[in-house]
């Protein structure tokens, strides 16, 4: 029974979910209905049952201006946008609404109303949309040294901070699914789909990349997790730049392959469109090395902060830091011999250097040899065993190449590391 529900749930949502985390959630719902007899539980897709069961499944974990990069190039996007028409923006997974919030805080703080931006917030979860629409979070929603933006745009209600209306006006939350989503028209200029496409297999992220194209339009902008933009960019996307490799774009070949009269816009004019950046070749496509994700306020009046690499070590001596920035920008300019040489040439001066193992697996994944991007992400890991963009990668590269088992034991401790990065007491 719990492999057919097991099955059944991934058929449904997409998620790739271990035999426990299945009969956790079922004792739980079990418990709550007073079934004694495992054979008396079989709840149905749609049913009220089924969706209290996803509920326990899915992982709603997240907080307010997580990874401050993603919103900063956001506002960028939507600001070039706006000289065109208003936008229309998809955040998907949305949790409890704390991403949709943050955007809906980066626009009003930028001086950008709501009748000239809308969000749409989705969730599979009925019970992350019902938190997301009360909008109360506690402590744990607001991480990071500056927390300003809090005082200004929530009220403390005891231990809880409410939404102010103002960040309200923005959104619009509803529960949906990724994979039956109907055509927005017109569709979206600008998705977050974030830290998703760790929990499917292979032939989901091809899915669920597809769904996405479809919403997108061709000259839309898909923001993903920084782990995530390889996956996707297997299927469809090819990064807007070397320095931010979570912004994507669809492939020229994507766009292109859509009919004419639906790469119009709502009016059935042509929309103004900048260039987009042609598919990735398969031979070296770039490597995505992560952007630093320090949540901090964005006060409107500030310019918009430059996307750095990962951060340097502390402890990194100064020739070794202009090694493994040299070795960063061969590989952001698509030289994978010359980043793999500066990353060798660093580690033979300080071998546990566990960013220089990380970029050297991402170098060896892009030049097609994946056992030695493994090798290279286990050592980075046996480093830093709270690298969690080196177990992302290690996550996705084992379940392409079939080893479902071992994929899912990295997307676990990923997805652990993740529910705690960042925390700090507010």
């Not at 989705?122 to 005082?151: K, Q, V």
């Not at 231990?159 to 990724?178: H, K, M, P, T, W």
Request: charge should be positive; include cysteine; proline fraction near 8%.
């Amino acid at each position: 029974m719990i492999q057919h529900l097991r099955e059944l749930l991934r058929e449904t949502t997409g998620l790739v979910l271990s035999t426990a985390d299945v009969e956790r959630a079922v004792r739980e719902r079990m418990q709550a209905g007073g079934i004694r007899e495992r054979a008396d539980y079989a709840p149905l897709p749609a049913s009220a049952e089924f969706e209290a069961l996803v509920d326990l499944v899915v992982v709603p974990e997240s907080w307010m201006l997580r990874d401050a990069a993603v919103f900063q190039e956001a506002l960028r996007f939507v600001r070039r946008r706006m000289a065109v028409r208003p936008v229309r923006i998809l955040s998907l997974p949305c949790a409890g609404g704390e991403e949709a919030y943050s955007m809906a805080l980066t626009l009003l703080e930028a001086g950008i109303p709501a009748t000239r931006c809308r969000i749409d917030a989705m969730d599979l979860s009925g019970a992350a949309i019902a938190r997301a629409r009360e909008g109360r979070y506690t402590r744990n929603a607001f991480r990071g040294a500056d927390l300003s933006f809090r005082d200004r745009w929530f009220t403390r209600i005891g231990d809880e901070y409410l939404v102010d209306d103002a960040l309200r006006a923005y959104i619009r939350f509803s529960q949906g699914n990724l994979f039956a989503l109907p055509l927005p028209e017109p569709r979206y200029d600008l998705v977050f789909c974030r830290n998703l496409l760790i929990y499917f297999d292979d032939p989901t992220r091809i899915r669920a990349a597809e769904a996405l194209a479809a919403v997108l339009e061709d000259d839309g902008l898909l923001l993903s997790g920084f782990a995530e933009a390889p996956a996707f960019c297997r299927n469809g996307f090819t990064p807007q730049s070397a320095r931010t490799g979570f912004a994507l774009r669809k492939a020229a070949r994507v766009a292109a392959s859509r009919p004419a009269a639906a790469r119009r816009g709502a009016a059935g004019k042509p929309l103004a469109s900048p260039a987009v950046p042609a598919a990735v070749p398969a031979a070296s496509p770039p490597v995505f090395v992560p952007a630093a994700s320090q949540p901090v306020s964005m006060p409107a009046a500030s310019p918009p902060a430059p996307v750095r690499s990962a951060p340097l070590a502390p402890q990194v001596p100064p020739q070794a830091q202009d090694l493994l920035a040299q070795a960063q920008r061969e590989a952001d300019s698509g030289r994978l011999p010359e980043a793999e040489a500066a990353c060798r040439a660093l580690l033979a001066r300080q071998p546990d250097q566990a960013q220089a193992w990380f970029l050297l697996g991402m170098v060896s994944e892009s030049a097609g040899r994946p056992q030695a991007a493994i090798e290279y992400w286990r050592r980075c890991v046996y480093l830093d065993p709270d690298h969690y963009e080196a177990l992302c990668s290690l996550a996705l590269l084992h379940e392409r190449l079939g080893d479902g088992a071992a994929g899912d034991g990295y997307r676990r401790r990923a997805a652990r590391i993740y529910g705690r990065r960042g925390s700090v007491d507010a």
